[in-house]
């Protein structure tokens, strides 16, 4: 079993792009019902032991796939039959991961069962059917009952652009006592590491480029979201007041644009690639143009989120500065809308038109971020193909559309 | 307590410290307007880095108008090295306080900021529109961002439900019932509690630094009546600087001569230039508040001193609790 005791080996290989996601993703334990737990510590959280796992083996078990695994399951580690504490970690570290449920955070659970587990290392994923953690006695009693040595912070209330302009406040506040429950109750449980997870839209909105990790808090973010924008950035003054008090080593990343699957497909509100690839699948299948928001010539850096999560382990166990670090792919793989969306009507082999609406604003037109820093520790991390990733998600996309968030 | 009897019934949050105190002077001095109902609190009455009081008490006064000026504060030494309480106890007091206002449908908040908080590198006079145009001095970074904050907040709830929170950014503020601790306090404290016990011991005083900082010092009282105004004039949400303008800048040689001249000290004057001597100026532009109030006058900086440091008033400067 892959959480837990057992000793699934598998070491996170940085020298390439993993292998594809076919074949298809090994099944996952039966959705854990309450009161329904093994006795075991990974049973506890998974439900019925399957045996250890090897890469390529065909487990029988109920097949509940979605080409990555994982949907329905109940992530709950505990249930009412009083599981009360999960003791101490059996290894070396034990890592709870919040957010789980989102596009990070289901990257980072696809990793870590396709090999990157280290042996003696306990992952727990958890995500809001868990606890409310805008809620600090929630918060506390999950982290006493888990007692991570690790976390992976990914939680957040996050929406699209219209969402944010109106919601200021929400934003600010929600994500300020998320943030500040889980640090907090990491320090408390004695965590020796925490790494969140920022954004490259909180940076100053005046700027030089390309921006890198010391230049967060030189101006004002862009007013739209400022109330994200500076919940995310204190993160970063959170971590540095608690090395600086108790000279623990909480720390974040910055990722630039992220895709992958179970992304949020919505168009209205998620974000640009997602929006293009479910506009593709709807221009296909009622025969019509894509149409693109805006010009088409801002220019991202995508980074996919399987590179991502496996960059986020490598932070987790050998990254040490309080001083965030950015994970993206370098400036010269910064690709405008257009050429994003012209990937996407390839790899779904799109044969309409495709228009670009100039009435609809293109946002920020540029927002490169460096990668110095990320490429003078690992200057041999090679980044899944962009195209080859959105063929990924296209793929993933198509064939999970009913399940998929939009 | 019931609704309002008049017009506005006002809650002042850190009654007991230097600004609060002033603020019940002046509102018993004669400022209070009829129908204004004015609630004084402090520690004693609630925990404000605690939720649930802080709403109890809310719910209990239901405010129409909130003076915040409760937090944790501290000298230079404490902030260096208590940054993660100074940040995350005020930024509870904070959310607390004005989420509990905007609870109950208090009409206004005016809280109060400071100009440590301002960007360590920038051009000068500091002005209202510069608070977030780069990091704060790293030693109290806690402080300062917990303090920030407060700003982004009130954009937030004007922008989401259009509430009319709003803060003040005083300079230098003195006066009776401030902080005399001389590790502690602030620098002219400090000094007026150095002379007073260099007469006692007929000793030097000793003034740390160099005495060339400059600042803009602004008496308590002053402060007090312009935070009223604030509270019933002022309906912006962008904050506003209360100080005395630039050309009342001092350096801290001269206060310190203004002390000893007050104090009547005729003992040496040193300075101790191994000590550090903090920013060498925080220059404040009081423009915005001299459009709104051109004539409005400071009580002269000398004459104050001399009501600080009288012998007679050394109870009612609160000494005997530095």
């Not at chain 1, 991570?148 to 934003?171: E, Q, S």
């Not at chain 1, 862009?222 to 971590?239: E, P, T």
């Not at chain 2, 404040?284 to 012998?311: E, M, W």
């Amino acid at each position: 079993m892959w959480l837990g005791g057992g000793d699934v080996s598998g070491q996170l290989d940085l020298s390439g792009p993993q292998e594809a996601i076919s074949p298809p993703w090994r099944p996952h334990p039966v959705p854990l019902a309450p009161g329904s737990l093994g006795p075991g510590l990974g049973q506890l959280l998974w439900g019925p032991v399957l045996s250890a796992v090897t890469p390529g083996s065909d487990v029988s078990g109920e097949l509940v796939s979605d080409g990555w695994g994982h949907d329905g399951l109940s992530l709950t580690p505990f249930g009412p039959t009083g599981a009360a504490n999960m003791g101490e970690p059996q290894g070396s570290m034990r890592i709870l991961v919040t957010g789980s449920s989102g596009l990070v955070g289901r990257a980072i659970q696809k990793v870590v069962a396709d090999g990157a587990r280290l042996p003696g290392e306990d992952w727990v994923f958890v995500s809001s059917k868990d606890a409310d953690l805008t809620d600090a006695a929630q918060t506390r009693a999950l982290f006493e009952k888990v007692r991570p040595t690790h976390v992976i912070h990914l939680a957040a209330m996050v929406g699209g652009l219209f969402r944010n302009i109106k919601y200021n406040l929400d934003f600010w506040r929600k994500n300020v006592h998320i943030n500040d429950n889980v640090l907090h109750s990491a320090f408390e449980v004695g965590a020796r590491k925490v790494v969140s997870c920022l954004s490259t839209c909180i940076f100053p909105d005046k700027t030089t480029y390309p921006i890198d990790e010391t230049m967060i808090h030189n101006g004002p973010p862009h007013s739209s979201n400022f109330g994200y924008s500076y919940a995310k950035r204190m993160i970063d003054v959170q971590n540095r007041a608690y090395f600086q008090q108790h000279g623990c080593t909480f720390t974040a990343v910055i990722p630039t644009n992220v895709f992958g699957p179970h992304d949020n497909f919505n168009i209205e509100d998620g974000h640009v690639l997602p929006g293009l690839i479910h506009k593709v699948h709807l221009a296909k299948s009622s025969g019509s143009a894509l149409t693109v928001w805006g010009t088409g010539k801002p220019r991202r850096q995508f980074i996919y989120s399987l590179d991502l999560a496996r960059l986020f382990i490598w932070v987790l166990r050998e990254y040490n500065e309080v001083e965030p670090i950015i994970l993206s792919v370098g400036e010269e793989d910064e690709v405008s809308i257009q050429e994003a969306a012209e990937a996407v009507v390839e790899a779904m082999d799109f044969h309409g038109d495709v228009t670009f609406d100039t009435t609809k604003s293109d946002g920020q037109f540029k927002k490169t971020a460096s990668n110095g820093k990320l490429r003078a520790y690992l200057p041999d991390f090679r980044f899944t193909p962009f195209k080859q990733a959105v063929k990924e998600t296209c793929a993933w996309f198509t064939d999970n559309y009913e399940q998929a968030r939009k | 307590m019931g609704e309002p009897q008049g017009s506005m019934r006002i809650l002042v949050t850190g009654s007991s410290g230097l600004v609060g105190r002033a603020i019940q002077k002046v509102v018993a001095d004669g400022a209070r307007l009829p129908g204004e109902d004015w609630v004084f609190v402090s520690s004693k009455d609630a925990d404000l880095t605690d939720a649930a009081q802080t709403r109890a008490l809310f719910e209990k006064v239901r405010p129409t108008h909130v003076i915040h000026l409760a937090a944790m504060v501290g000298g230079l030494f404490r902030n260096i090295k208590y940054n993660l309480d100074f940040w995350r106890k005020n930024v509870h007091i904070n959310d607390n306080v004005l989420h509990s206002a905007f609870e109950v449908g208090a009409r206004k908040v005016v809280s109060c900021l400071s100009t440590c908080i301002f960007p360590d590198k920038t051009t000068y006079p500091i002005d209202e529109t510069m608070i977030h145009n780069g990091p704060p001095h790293s030693s109290n970074f806690g402080y300062s961002y917990a303090k920030r904050m407060i700003d982004v907040q009130n954009r937030a709830y004007f922008q989401q439900h259009g509430c009319t929170f709003t803060a003040v950014i005083p300079t230098n503020v003195f006066g009776p019932h401030d902080n005399f601790n001389i590790e502690d306090g602030h620098v002219l404290p400090g000094l007026i509690h150095k002379v007073h016990l260099a007469k006692s011991s007929g000793s030097a005083l000793t003034v740390w630094g160099t005495g060339k900082p400059r600042r803009q010092f602004i008496y308590s009282l002053d402060l007090a009546r312009l935070f009223i105004w604030v509270l019933r004039e002022y309906n912006e949400v962008e904050p506003i600087i209360l100080s005395v303008g630039e050309e009342d800048e001092v350096s801290i040689q001269e206060a310190a001569e203004a002390v000893v001249e007050a104090m009547d000290f005729h003992g040496d004057v040193t300075f101790d230039t191994t000590k550090s001597d903090g920013q060498f100026k925080k220059t404040a532009s009081n423009g915005k508040l001299r459009a709104y109030l051109p004539d409005f006058r400071f009580t002269p900086f000398k004459q104050v001193l001399i009501l600080c440091c009288h012998l007679d008033t050394w109870t009612c400067c609160g000494l005997g609790k530095s």
